[in-house]
């Protein structure tokens, strides 16, 4: 196997592009393609200063790796979910990564921002852990932004991600997430403009980049992860990518060229805009308080 740019020896195939590359070809892959989704989809420019959620995961930080060096303005918030063991080595594995990158790093605990454990919080959302969790996040995540002066907030999120999660939603016709997903998501009143630079590459890529670039990667496991409904969709889409190459590519451009218009307020004939939370002003599709709101109003109630 030859790398398709010089001719040395490959050692990473891209099927779905009909090419290979050497380690140092593989590199300047995967930043053409980061280039090319900050471009197409108008994530951001250099002007702009840029939120990085930095969970520990391998995505998170191979972005923050690419973006620093690309010499974007970044700046970090990691958020401790206080899940014992594994989200301390969370924490320490990011502390170790921002100090190289001299990226600034800002670390909250789950508790100090809700003002309980994430075991109360799920006690009262009645739900369970994986779509807490993400709520929550992208509560503080929105709000820490808007405290520290961010224009964006940047997350890992890849292709594997992106159409793992659209399938969940397909599966379940949940509509109100099948319009508002993609690789930005604008800003507006209250709400910071969100963008994923990642969605362009797998997660065999993110990860082979990780290596290259000896990033750390976390060892365990989230332990409420167990038994997610997206490692079986992810599952599901790796069989169908090695059946017919480029399946989760096109699955991933199609919605966002042909789908998802059909699925906004806007494509349905009306501009239907999202409520307000009466309490703290977050977008929310809830016809009362926030989804945080509604937790905190909860537990003051014991
Ligand atoms: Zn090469
Ligand atoms: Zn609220």
């Known amino acids: 196997m030859k790398c ?4 040395g020896p490959a050692t990473i195939k891209i099927p ?3 090419s290979a590359f050497c380690p140092f070809h593989f590199q300047e892959y995967v930043l053409s393609q980061v280039t090319y989704a900050i471009e197409r ?6 002007d702009k200063s840029i939120m990085l959620a930095l969970s520990g995961g391998k995505d998170s930080m191979v972005l923050g790796e690419i973006l620093t060096r690309m010499r974007y303005d970044v700046q970090a918030v990691h958020i401790n979910n206080g899940f014992g063991e594994y989200s301390q080595s969370s924490e320490d594995l990011v502390r170790d990564f921002a100090q190289r990158y001299s990226i600034p790093l ?7 921002l809700l003002g309980f454990d994430f075991a109360h919080a799920l006690r009262y959302a009645k739900r369970s852990a994986c779509p807490v969790c993400s709520a929550v996040r992208r509560y503080f995540l929105n709000r820490l932004a808007l405290d520290h002066e961010c224009d964006v907030i940047v997350t890992g999120h890849n292709l594997d991600d992106e159409t793992s999660a659209f399938l969940g939603n397909m599966l379940r016709w949940h509509m109100d997430d099948l319009g508002s997903k993609g690789p930005l998501m604008p800003e507006e009143k209250g709400m ?5 630079p ?3 590459l797998t997660d065999p890529e993110v990860h082979m980049y ?4 000896d990033i750390p990667l976390m060892n365990g496991v989230c332990p409420h992860a167990r038994g997610a409904a997206g490692i079986a969709y992810k599952r599901l889409l790796d069989a169908l990518e090695r059946e017919m190459t480029g399946t989760k590519a096109h699955f991933y451009s199609g919605y966002l060229k042909r789908a998802k218009a059909r699925f906004t307020p806007a494509g349905a004939g009306e501009r239907i805009e999202a409520g307000r939370c009466p309490c703290c002003g977050y977008r929310t599709l809830r016809k009362d308080l926030c989804f945080v709101c509604m937790l905190k109003e ?5």
């Open 4 to 7: 398709t740019v010089c001719g």
């Open 16 to 18: 779905r592009h009909t």
């Open 41 to 46: 989809y108008h994530l951001f420019g250099h």
């Open 106 to 112: 800002r670390v909250y605990s789950f508790q100090e």
């Open 192 to 196: 910071v403009r969100r963008a994923k």
């Open 198 to 200: 990642l969605v362009r």
């Open 210 to 213: 990780a290596d290259l670039n």
């Open 298 to 302: 909860r537990a003051s109630h014991g």
